[in-house]
């Protein structure tokens, strides 16, 4: 089983609104990631845990809060969104011996 | 040195046409260079991953073929086919602890019947 599955498939949200997107994968893997995908660009890094810790933020503004509540699942909380913030958030997953990552479908965040 | 190039960023073919897709790169602490195929509103699905040690690799109809001298690989698809049609990102895995993934600005590839 090689799948990242990523809950909602979409969200529209307000600029006031808080929201939470979800990630979970049953493959063992001990790195997980959000990326931020726009249009006709390739996804560019947002966050790395690795075994359940934070090891990377890219300089991402504090409007979105990672959490990993166990090895398998990745939360990205959302609060006091810009419209600018409207793109796909993609999840991915690897192991620790600098693999490949499988990434989840995403969710298309509008905010309006 | 983070960079990864890639050429061209859009490319049309024939169906059973070979289309090839160029990636370079300079940070030599790179050591996995996986390609990915994204459909419009999916997530990036892996094709092939190949390591610098290995000069060619085939799966299917894929093709990468990797020059470590140069610091240059490329993703030659056989046969095309009108489904082949998506953008294709090459990437390369910094040998750090973290597997930081940098990709490349990606293909949109357009395979016509």
């Known amino acids: 089983d090689t799948e990242v599955t990523q809950t909602p498939k979409h969200l529209v949200m307000g600029m006031t609104n808080k929201k939470s997107l979800k990630c979970e994968q049953h493959?063992?893997?001990?790195?997980m990631y959000w990326y931020k995908q726009k249009a006709k660009k390739p996804p560019e890094l947002m966050f790395v845990?690795?075994?359940?810790?934070?090891?990377i933020n890219e300089s991402v503004p504090s409007r979105f809060s990672p959490e990993c509540p166990n090895s398998s699942l990745l939360n990205l909380h959302l609060h006091a969104l810009q419209p600018e913030d409207s793109a796909l958030y993609l999840c991915?997953?690897?192991?620790?011996?600098?693999?490949?990552?499988?990434f989840g479908q995403g969710t298309r965040l509008t905010v309006v | 040195q983070q960079q990864v190039k890639q050429s061209p960023q859009s490319l049309i073919v024939q169906k059973g046409g070979i289309p090839i897709i160029n990636c370079a790169y300079e940070?030599?602490?790179?050591?996995?260079f996986p390609w990915y195929q994204q459909f419009p509103g999916k997530g990036p699905a892996l094709l092939i991953a190949i390591r610098p040690d290995v000069s060619e690799k085939k799966e299917g109809r894929f093709t990468i073929s990797f020059n470590k001298s140069a610091k240059q690989f490329s993703l030659h698809i056989m046969d095309s086919q009108p489904g082949d049609s998506a953008t294709y990102f090459c990437a390369a895995i910094d040998g750090g602890a973290t597997n930081k993934l940098i990709f490349g600005t990606g293909t949109l590839l357009a395979v016509q019947p």
């Open positions: 493959m063992g893997h001990r790195a």
């Open positions: 940070n030599t602490a790179f050591d996995y």
């Open positions: 991915a997953s690897s192991t620790q011996e600098n693999t490949e990552a499988f």
């Open positions: 845990y690795s075994y359940e810790k934070l090891s």
